[in-house]
């Protein structure tokens, strides 16, 4: 099996980042290395990763999501790269599907679905809704460990059995899109693209937008696909409650939004679900 890279930027957060180790150490099939960009945390998250023998890279201030994953790329080996959120239960054999998906379709950039994408509006919806109704009342009680693993349980009951039947339903099928908190380049991918673009936080629907205009263009590369069989589960934007003191990135000065770079009716064009953008 060839290696994988595992690209993960963190900034504080440690129970996220214990579980998000633990399933990536019990559900990872290939062989993988772990790189950790590390970005100033005080809560011991450093001192974890360190301890179970990922690559850290040390910065010393909070930089933005594609900075740190062009550090990640830089010291990276793998035939296939991944960038995940830190505050992720992965799922098992989640990479070998992903792996195999990209493959089956020759698709250098993938996803696996989530809560934030399941193939179609209404589903995502209504697993969106069911999210929503289960953490809610909880946070109440903190970001701990054993809080965030209970919310967890009584989304999804049985973890494994939820994955499997959502494999069983869709194995390797596919649709057009991206969950920007779990991205899946090849090697060949990454070349075709480039870096991510280190002026732009949403550099997820960025690199959707250069794939499919790629595409469209030159045609060596097909647009950024979902795999519909392979589930990983995101606790969303909960990390801005315990970070809600972080200081501005510091590269706060070179960002430009979205809408700097892409038009309204090149979103319209090329997106496949525009109404998840919010349009200026």
Known sequence: MPLISIITAIHNGLAFNQLFFESLSKYTVHPFELIIIDNASTDGSR?????????????????????????????????????????????PKWDEILVEVSNRHQVDVLSASGIENLGN????????????????????????????????????????????????????DIVEGIVGNNVMITRHGLNLVGLWDERMQEADFDLFMRTKTRALKYKDIKPCQIALGAFIHHYGKMTLKYAVKRKPFADQQNLISLYDKWTNQQIDELHPDNSTIRKR
């Open 47 to 91: 001192e974890y990763f360190q301890g179970v023998g990922a690559t850290v890279i040390c910065n010393e201030v909070n930089y933005s999501y594609p900075y740190c994953q062009n550090q990640g790329i830089a010291a990276s080996k793998g035939e296939y790269l991944f960038f995940l959120n830190n505050d992720l239960v992965l799922s």
């Open 121 to 172: 509006k209404k589903d995502t919806q209504a697993i969106d809704r069911k999210w929503k109704r289960t953490k809610n009342p909880l946070m109440a009680f903190g970001f701990g460990k054993r809080n965030l693993s209970f919310m967890h349980r009584l989304m999804y009951g049985n973890w494994e059995k939820f994955c499997a039947s959502r494999f069983q339903r869709y194995h390797w």
